[in-house]
């Protein structure tokens, strides 16, 4: 697995793990906080510290591996980083997907390929409907959607040209214990809450924008349906997930104040809006007809089980 030191991957980890998986992760530096310690499996694992760009290093693992599944989850999911330096987030996301491939191309036991795409792959919505796998990509506001979308399309290439096995797993905005990062919103929420500095959430948004926050742990499982799904002889594909439900960003910020200790606070999002408010849910229809999988964990059931992570420096189950 790449990227299996981080917030996703390392409940991903945890789900492997579980099932009496071996386990070998790739990732090239010290993540906060330590996901993998924080969910007790970094002695179960094989743990490799490299680059996925140095393609030696890939071919080598991936070939002495003789993997039944490669789940490819690294990469630059930030933003803002798509912004300031997006050069550098192609290459994370893009050249790096190539090279995993590759190697999965010469490796000589044909693993199934399962790689974690976004919705940010249709780009910016303004619709309330819910986007199925067939919409066609739309222009995005930065290149972190279009860095997706281009590296999806070449696992698509990879897999038709080469007869690999893949599934292409579409998420929206993914929260829960281990995500330490504050330029998201519930982390950053839940470390100004604690620092009691205030309750602003910056000029990046009017809170009015609605979106589809999905629990980690019912990625983990989804990732692991597509998996399943490969290995019995499934077709491969892209599969939207998904809670189905939309939030306002102001909405979702109220709610983690009430989850964290019961007190309604007025979120402060100092956004100008310039046009309709961006609006973004994926139509999850298919991978509960294919895969049967659906999401188990409520918003704010998902939120109390952040703040107990947050809270106690350990992730809830």
Not at 266 to 295: H, I
Request: aromatic share 8%; proline share 6%; hydrophobic share 40%.
């Amino acid at each position: 697995m790449t990227g299996g030191a981080g917030f996703g991957g390392s409940h991903l980890v945890s789900e492997l793990v579980s099932r009496g998986a071996q386990v070998t992760v790739i990732d090239r530096d010290p993540i906060e906080g330590k996901p993998l310690e924080d969910m007790g499996v970094e002695d179960d694992i094989t743990f490799v510290l490299g680059d996925l760009r140095d393609d030696a290093l890939v071919q080598d693992v991936v070939a002495d591996g003789e993997f039944d599944v490669v789940f490819h989850l690294a990469a630059d999911p930030i933003i803002m980083n798509s912004l300031s330096k997006p050069a550098s987030v192609v290459d994370d996301n893009v050249r790096a997907t190539t090279l995993v491939l590759e190697a999965c191309r010469t490796a000589g036991n044909d693993p199934v390929f399962v790689f974690a795409s976004s919705g940010a792959y249709y780009g910016d919505s303004f619709e309330p409907e819910p986007i199925p796998e067939t919409r066609e990509p739309r222009l995005a506001s930065n290149l972190y959607g279009p860095s997706k979308m281009a590296a999806e399309m070449i696992v698509r290439g990879y897999g038709t040209t080469f007869k690999i096995p893949h599934a292409s797993c579409r998420f929206m905005n993914t929260y829960g214990p281990g995500d330490r990062h504050a330029s998201r919103l519930v982390p950053r929420a839940l470390s100004q809450l604690a620092a009691g500095d205030g309750y602003d959430f910056g000029d990046r948004d009017d809170g009015s924008t609605r979106l589809d926050f999905l629990y980690v742990g019912d990625m983990a499982r989804a990732y692991m349906s597509a998996a399943d799904y490969l290995i019995a002889g499934g077709e491969s594909g892209a599969f939207n997930f998904g809670n189905s439900t939309l939030n306002s960003v102001r909405d979702v910020a109220e709610r983690a104040s009430l989850a964290y200790d019961g007190i309604a606070r007025e979120p402060q999002f100092r956004g100008v809006r310039t046009g309709p408010p961006r609006q973004r849910r994926l139509d999850v229809t298919k991978a509960r007809d294919v895969l049967g999988w659906t999401a188990s964990t409520p918003l704010d059931e998902g939120l109390a089980k952040t703040v107990a992570w947050f809270r106690a420096g350990v992730p809830a189950s």
